[in-house]
C-alpha cells in the first residue's frame, strides 16, 4: 500500500471547492429511471446517456471524480475512445461502484445488507489497472418500527471496513457509504440518533479492520426527516443538525465528508450543503464536500430524455448542478444562481 499516494488522492478528491458526480447506478436502476421517462432501457441509450455526461464540457470546474459502474467503465464514446481516457484528459479522476448490491438480510425481515465481498481483491486489481484511483461501496439502513436492528448495522459496518481496507490494499481511495434512507415519517431526531450510531458503529470498524483514516472519503446521509414526516425542518435547522452529528460522530483525522443526496431535490441538496459551508466550513475538521447522484444527474436526465439532439441543452443543465454545488461548498450558493 502506498499511504502517501491515498492520502494525496482523498485530498484531491475533496480540493478546489470541487465535489464527486455518482453517475454509478446500476443497470437495473438506471433502467429504472428510464423507464419512468418512457427512455429505452437499451444497452446503447445507457451508453450514450453516460457519454454525454462525461463530455460535458467544462465540468472539470466543479467534478474532481465520477463514480462508475462496471459496465460504464469499460465503455467508448461513437468515435471509440474510452470513457476513462476521456475522463482522465478532463482532469478527472475516475472511481469505481465495486459492491454487488443490497440484499435481503436472513432474519431481518425489512433490512439489506450489501454484497461483494468476495473476490473483492482480484476485481480492485482489475479496476485499478483500468486506471480507476478510488472505489465506492453503499450500505443502506432502514428506518421504522423496531428498525434499524443492530444487526443489520454491524454487519454492514464491518462489510464496510473490509471493503475499505481491500480498497487501500489495492491503492484505492475507498468511499465509505453509509445511508440511512429518507424514506418514511420518522423525524429528524430519530434520524439523527441512527446515524451517529451507524458512524460510530463504522468507524470503530474501520479502527478494528485498520483502514488508514487519512486515505479515504465518508459519504453519509444528511441529518432529515423522512420524506413523510409531517415536520420538516428548515434549511439551517438541517444545516446544524448535520454538522453536530457528524462532529460528535467522525474523526478529524478523514480529510473530507462527501454527502449523498438521498432523493432530496436537487435545490435542497445544494441549499442544505451551502449552510452547513457558510456557516461553520472555518470551524471544521474535514471538507463538506458532495457526491452526488440524482441532484446533479435528474435535471439533465429529463432534458436529454434518450434524444441526441438534446445532448447540448442536457449538458447546459448538468453542468449548472455541479456549478451550484461547487458554489454550495464555499457557501456562496443562493437562489439568484438557480436563475442564471
Ligand atoms: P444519490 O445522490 O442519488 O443519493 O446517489 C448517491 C449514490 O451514489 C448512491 O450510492
Same mark, same amino acid.
Given at each position: *500500500?502506498? +499511504?502517501?499516494?491515498?492520502?494525496?488522492?482523498?485530498? *484531491?478528491?475533496?480540493?478546489?471547492?470541487?465535489?464527486?458526480?455518482?453517475?454509478?447506478?446500476?443497470?437495473?436502476?438506471?433502467?429504472? /429511471?428510464?423507464?419512468?421517462?418512457?427512455?429505452?432501457? +437499451?444497452?446503447?441509450?445507457?451508453?450514450?446517456?453516460?457519454? *454525454?455526461?462525461?463530455?460535458?464540457?467544462?465540468?472539470?470546474?466543479?467534478?474532481?471524480?465520477?463514480?462508475?459502474?462496471?459496465?460504464?467503465? /469499460?465503455?467508448?464514446?461513437?468515435?471509440? +475512445?474510452?470513457?476513462?481516457?476521456?475522463?482522465?484528459?478532463?482532469?478527472?479522476?475516475?472511481?469505481?461502484?465495486?459492491?454487488?448490491?443490497?440484499?435481503?438480510?436472513?432474519?431481518?425481515?425489512?433490512?439489506?445488507?450489501?454484497?461483494?465481498?468476495?473476490?473483492? /481483491?482480484?476485481?480492485?486489481?482489475?479496476?485499478?489497472? *483500468?486506471?480507476?484511483?478510488?472505489?465506492?461501496?453503499?450500505?443502506?439502513?432502514?428506518?421504522?418500527?423496531?428498525?434499524?436492528?443492530?444487526?443489520?448495522?454491524?454487519?454492514?459496518?464491518?462489510?464496510?471496513?473490509?471493503?475499505?481496507?481491500?480498497?487501500?490494499?489495492?491503492?484505492?481511495?475507498?468511499?465509505?457509504?453509509?445511508?440511512?434512507?429518507?424514506?418514511?415519517?420518522? +423525524?429528524?431526531?430519530?434520524?439523527?440518533?441512527?446515524?451517529?450510531?451507524?458512524?460510530?458503529?463504522?468507524?470503530?470498524q474501520l479502527y478494528t479492520q485498520r483502514v488508514m483514516l487519512e486515505g479515504m472519503i465518508l459519504k453519509p446521509n444528511m441529518v432529515l426527516p423522512g420524506l413523510a414526516c409531517p415536520k420538516q425542518e428548515?434549511?439551517?435547522?438541517?444545516?446544524?443538525?448535520?454538522?453536530?452529528?457528524?462532529?460528535?460522530?467522525?474523526?478529524?483525522?478523514?480529510?473530507?465528508?462527501?454527502?449523498?443526496?438521498?432523493?432530496?431535490?436537487?435545490?435542497?441538496?445544494?441549499?442544505?450543503?451551502?449552510?452547513?459551508?457558510? /456557516?461553520?466550513?472555518?470551524?471544521?475538521?474535514?471538507?463538506?464536500s458532495f457526491s452526488f447522484a440524482r441532484a446533479i444527474q435528474q435535471p439533465a436526465l429529463e432534458i436529454w430524455h434518450g434524444d441526441e439532439k438534446n445532448v447540448f441543452a442536457a449538458q447546459k443543465a448538468?453542468?449548472?448542478?455541479?456549478?451550484?454545488?461547487?458554489?454550495?461548498?464555499?457557501?456562496?450558493?443562493?437562489?439568484?444562481?438557480?436563475?442564471?
Amino acid at each position: *500500500m502506498n +499511504t502517501q499516494e491515498l492520502i494525496n488522492t482523498a485530498r *484531491m478528491l475533496v480540493a478546489g471547492d470541487k465535489g464527486l458526480l455518482a453517475m454509478d447506478e446500476s443497470t437495473p436502476t438506471c433502467d429504472k /429511471r428510464f423507464a419512468m421517462l418512457g427512455i429505452p432501457q +437499451t444497452l446503447e441509450a445507457r451508453r450514450a446517456y453516460r457519454e *454525454m455526461i462525461i463530455t460535458t464540457p467544462g465540468l472539470a470546474e466543479s467534478i474532481s471524480g465520477l463514480i462508475l459502474y462496471d459496465e460504464t467503465i /469499460r465503455q467508448k464514446k461513437k468515435d471509440g +475512445t474510452t470513457f476513462i481516457k476521456i475522463i482522465i484528459d478532463a482532469g478527472i479522476i475516475p472511481g469505481i461502484k465495486v459492491d454487488t448490491g443490497a440484499k435481503d438480510m436472513a432474519g431481518h425481515p425489512g433490512e439489506k445488507i450489501t454484497e461483494g465481498l468476495d473476490g473483492l /481483491r482480484s476485481r480492485l486489481t482489475e479496476y485499478s489497472q *483500468m486506471g480507476a484511483r478510488f472505489a465506492k461501496w453503499r450500505a443502506v439502513i432502514a428506518l421504522g418500527e423496531g428498525l434499524p436492528s443492530q444487526g443489520c448495522i454491524e454487519a454492514n459496518a464491518q462489510s464496510l471496513a473490509r471493503y475499505a481496507a481491500l480498497c487501500q490494499e489495492a491503492g484505492l481511495v475507498p468511499i465509505v457509504e453509509p445511508e440511512v434512507l429518507m424514506d418514511g415519517e420518522h +423525524t429528524l431526531g430519530r434520524c439523527n440518533e441512527v446515524t451517529e450510531e451507524v458512524l460510530r458503529t463504522v468507524f470503530n470498524q474501520l479502527y478494528t479492520q485498520r483502514v488508514m483514516l487519512e486515505g479515504m472519503i465518508l459519504k453519509p446521509n444528511m441529518v432529515l426527516p423522512g420524506l413523510a414526516c409531517p415536520k420538516q425542518e428548515t434549511v439551517d435547522e438541517v444545516a446544524d443538525a448535520t454538522v453536530r452529528c457528524l462532529l460528535r460522530s467522525v474523526p478529524a483525522a478523514i480529510p473530507g465528508i462527501a454527502f449523498l443526496s438521498g432523493g432530496q431535490t436537487s435545490e435542497l441538496a445544494s441549499a442544505r450543503l451551502n449552510a452547513m459551508n457558510f /456557516r461553520f466550513k472555518s470551524r471544521l475538521p474535514w471538507a463538506l464536500s458532495f457526491s452526488f447522484a440524482r441532484a446533479i444527474q435528474q435535471p439533465a436526465l429529463e432534458i436529454w430524455h434518450g434524444d441526441e439532439k438534446n445532448v447540448f441543452a442536457a449538458q447546459k443543465a448538468l453542468y449548472h448542478r455541479a456549478s451550484c454545488n461547487r458554489a454550495a461548498r464555499r457557501g456562496e450558493y443562493t437562489t439568484a444562481i438557480e436563475m442564471v
